[in-house]
Antibody
Framework: QLQLQESGPGLVKASETLSLTCTVS??????????WGWIRQPLGKGLEWIGS???????YYNPSLKSRVTISVDTSKNQFSLKLSSVTAADTAVYYC????????????????WGQGTLVTVSS | QSALTQPPSASGSPGQSVTISCTGT?????????VSWYQQHPGKAPKLMIY???KRPSGVPDRFSGSKSGNTASLTVSGLQAEDEADYYC??????????FGGGTKLTVL
């Protein structure tokens, strides 16, 4: 059974960089059948797609966050990571990692497996 | 890209049917077959309920169904059960490998 687990600091200071890692178990992150993504949810609010990555390193980002986001993959550790720079209180949210499908490298845009989520609070 | 528009709340009695709408534009919902729906219980991760407008993943009851007309997609829950009470989010492909979510609908089973 595929499992995804987010990890990283739960508290980040304003203006600094938020860094999270998603560890995938029960399946290989290197399979060409999948993309991997990050989604966030401010407490009591809706979901926001942050970005997605293929095992080859191809990335796609939400245009509204693109200038501050970097997603990378480490196939040797079966992990992918999120970095969000210059954070403010508006970046306080539960951050989820999740899996998307892929056919011949083309993203299939729905998330079928999710991590449990991790709360990141930005402090001033 | 703007968030898709969902009603903030919906409700129905056990056994009844309820439909939740998700309105976008021709650049997202209306332009692609990739509309999906997620169920989220409090404190839990979202769960995929519908993908590609009408398809159900294995294990999702057939009481859940999806449809689309123009720029509006819909999720219908038939034979409402207490465990269906949750937040529901739609999502759509928005071109150029971008995705957009709706604001969410809180479904209450009366």
């Amino acid at each position: 059974q595929l499992q995804l687990q987010e990890s990283g600091p739960g508290l980040v200071k304003a203006s600094e960089t938020l860094s999270l890692t998603c560890t995938v178990s029960g399946g290989s992150i290197s399979r060409s059948s999948y993309y991997w993504g990050w989604i966030r949810q401010p407490l009591g609010k809706g979901l926001e797609w942050i970005g997605s990555i293929f095992y080859s390193g191809s990335t796609y980002y939400n245009p509204s966050l693109k200038s501050r986001v970097t997603i990378s993959v480490d196939t040797s550790k079966n992990q992918f990571s999120l970095k969000l720079s210059s954070v403010t209180a508006a970046d306080t949210a539960v951050y989820y990692c999740a899996r998307l499908g892929s056919v011949f490298g083309v993203i299939i845009p729905h998330f079928d497996y999710w991590g449990q989520g991790t709360l990141v609070t930005v402090s001033s | 890209q703007s968030a898709l528009t969902q009603p903030p709340s919906a409700s129905g009695s056990p056994g009844q049917s309820v439909t939740i709408s998700c309105t976008g534009t021709s650049s997202d919902v209306g332009g692609y077959k990739h509309v999906s729906w997620y169920q989220q219980h409090p404190g839990k991760a979202p769960k995929l309920m519908i993908y590609e407008v009408t398809k159900r993943p294995s294990g999702v009851p057939d009481r859940f169904s999806g449809s689309k007309s123009g720029n509006t997609a819909s999720l219908t829950v038939s034979g409402l059960q207490a465990e269906d009470e949750a937040d529901y989010y739609c999502s759509s492909y928005a071109g150029s490998n971008n995705l957009v979510f709706g604001g969410g609908t809180k479904l209450t089973v009366l």
